[in-house]
């Protein structure tokens, strides 16, 4: 089962410099990288820029779309009237089965401001205790994971450790 993570960090390049990691970290065999896709906000912008790992032509349009629906959902979608209203209604209750219910959409977009930047990865299987120590130098918070309850209190447990031993 594939694990959707949404990560924050206090820093406009943060997300970016820590999806290379993850990479490096794919290369090592430490996790399953099914795809991953950040927002950089920069200051002094009216909204976070987009960036997706994969292409959004070819193999990559699925998932190009997933990203594309997700991140219009949570910064960009104006009300558009009630039939588009009942079709992100049907979509978005779709989503919930991921772990992508309203509760998500609202951490994002409470804790991505400006001078902020976001990491969303789905992963498959993966040497956790490993990749929270090679993500740890980026400060990383939890903002949602589609983890257990349990495994996810390990994860921010984990990441907060780094946190107070600073």
């Avoid at 969303?120 to 740890?136: E, H, M, N, R």
């Amino acid at each position: 089962m594939a694990t959707l993570t949404a990560l924050q960090f206090d820093t406009v390049d943060g997300a970016q410099e820590a999806l290379n990691a993850v990479k490096s970290m794919t290369q090592e065999n430490l996790v399953d990288l099914y795809d991953a896709a950040y927002v950089d906000w920069p200051e002094g912008k009216k909204k976070p820029q987009t960036h997706q790992l994969t292409s959004t032509t070819g193999a990559g349009a699925g998932w190009g779309a997933f990203w594309g629906f997700l991140f219009g959902l949570i910064f960009f979608i104006p009300l558009l009237g009630t039939l588009f209203g009942a079709a992100m209604g049907a979509l978005t209750g779709a989503l919930t089965d991921v772990g992508i219910d309203n509760n998500f959409i609202d951490k994002v977009r409470s804790q991505v401001k400006e001078g902020t930047s976001a990491l969303f990865l789905l992963t498959g299987s993966a040497t956790v205790d490993k990749v929270v120590d090679g993500l740890k130098q980026f400060n990383p918070q939890v903002i949602s994971t589609n983890l257990s309850k349990e495994n996810e209190a390990k994860l921010r447990a984990a990441f907060a450790a780094e946190e107070s031993d600073a």
